[in-house]
C-alpha cells in the first residue's frame, strides 16, 4: 500500500482527480483507504516532476547508501518504491533490492524508470497491512520513504505496518523510514523550501488545510492540473515511541539528514530504527 514519493494503490475503481474526490467535505475524509482514490495515473505520470531525479539524488547525496554500508546491510525492502527513485539508487550502489509496492501500474513505473537507466527491478505488489504474505525471507534493511507512512490515518494500521516490517527484518535489521515534519505545520505554519525531497522548480506542493488529524496538501504542475492528498499529520515524538512500542530497540532521528537541528527548521525527518540494540 505504498506508492510514488507519498504512496499509491491501484483499485482498478474508476479514476477520481483529487478536485472531485468525492461530494462531501474533502477535508472530512480521514481514512487509510482514500488514497486509492487520490492516486490517479494522471498523477502517478507527472510525479517524477515533482522529485526531480537528479536534483533530489544531489540533495541527499550517499545518506542512506552510508547509513546501510556502516552498518554491513546488503538486502533492502524497498515497501515505498513508488517510481523507483531509491531502489535505483541503491540497485547502482551494488545492494541487493526488492522493490514493493501496492501498485501494480506504479511499480510497472518503476520498472521502466529503472530499465531507462539500464537496471532490473525485482518487484513484489504488496500491502503493507499484509506484507509478509508476499515476500520471500528477511531482509537486512526495511526502507519507507517518501512520507508514505503519513498516509495511515488510523493507529491500528500503523501499529500493524510496523509489526509487519519488524518481521520482514532479520534479527539484526535497520528500518529507515522518513515523514515530514509535521510539527514545525501544525505548531509555527508551512514554510518548505523544496530544498532536499521534492526539487521539482515548477511544481508547488503546500498544504491547503491542516489540523490535528489532517493535512490536506495540493499539488500544482506546469499545466495548471491539480491534485490533492490526504495525509495523517504525525509529530516526530509520536512515530519514534510507535517504532519502540513495536520492539525496535534503538531509534535515531535526523533532520533533512543532519543529525543536529533545531526541531522545526527541517522540512523532513528521517528515523533509523535498530531492530538490534548496537551501542
Known amino acids: 500500500m505504498t506508492g510514488p514519493a507519498e504512496t499509491c494503490v491501484h483499485t482498478g475503481a474508476e479514476p477520481v482527480t483529487a478536485s472531485r474526490t468525492s461530494a462531501e467535505d474533502p477535508t472530512q475524509v480521514r481514512e487509510s483507504g482514500h488514497y486509492r482514490k487520490e492516486y490517479v495515473k ?3 505520470e507527472k510525479w517524477d516532476e515533482l522529485i526531480d531525479w537528479d536534483a533530489r539524488a544531489e540533495s541527499e547525496g550517499q545518506f542512506f547508501i552510508d547509513m546501510l554500508r556502516a552498518r554491513g546491510k546488503t538486502s533492502v525492502l524497498d515497501v515505498a518504491t513508488g517510481t523507483g527513485f531509491h531502489s535505483v539508487q541503491l540497485l547502482k550502489a551494488g545492494f ?21 537507466r539500464g537496471l532490473v527491478l525485482q518487484t513484489v505488489l504488496a500491502d503493507w497491512r499484509a506484507l509478509n504474505r508476499n515476500i520471500l525471507g528477511r531482509y537486512d534493511a526495511v526502507i519507507c520513504l517518501g512520507n508514505s507512512f503519513t498516509h495511515l490515518h488510523e493507529e491500528s494500521d500503523r501499529r500493524r505496518a510496523l509489526a509487519e516490517f519488524y ?11 522518513d515523514q515530514r515534519n509535521y510539527d514545525a505545520i501544525l505548531d509555527v505554519g508551512f514554510d518548505s523550501q523544496h530544498k532536499y525531497y521534492y526539487c521539482g522548480d515548477q511544481v508547488t506542493a503546500a498544504p491547503e488545510y491542516v489540523d490535528e488529524s489532517l493535512a490536506r496538501f495540493r ?10 492528498l490526504n495525509m495523517f499529520p504525525l509529530r516526530k515524538n509520536y512515530v519514534r515511541n510507535l ?14 539528514f543532519q543529525d543536529t537541528y533545531n526541531d522545526h527548521d527541517p522540512d523532513f525527518f528521517i528515523h533509523v530504527a535498530e531492530k538490534t540494540y548496537a551501542g
Do not use: C, W
Not at 169 to 177: A, R, T, W, Y
Not at 219 to 228: G, K, M, R, T, W
Open 219 to 228: 499539488y500544482e504542475f506546469p499545466d495548471n492540473s491539480v491534485y490533492h
Open 243 to 256: 517504532m519502540l512500542e513495536t520492539g525496535f530497540q534503538k531509534v535515531r532521528t535526523y533532520g533533512d
Open 42 to 44: 494522471s498523477f502517478v
Open 167 to 177: 518481521a520482514a527484518l532479520k534479527h539484526d535489521g535497520v528500518l529507515i523510514m
Open 96 to 116: 541487493q533490492v526488492t522493490s514493493a509496492d501496492g501498485s501494480a501500474e506504479m511499480l510497472g513505473k518503476a520498472f521502466e524508470n529503472a530499465r531507462q
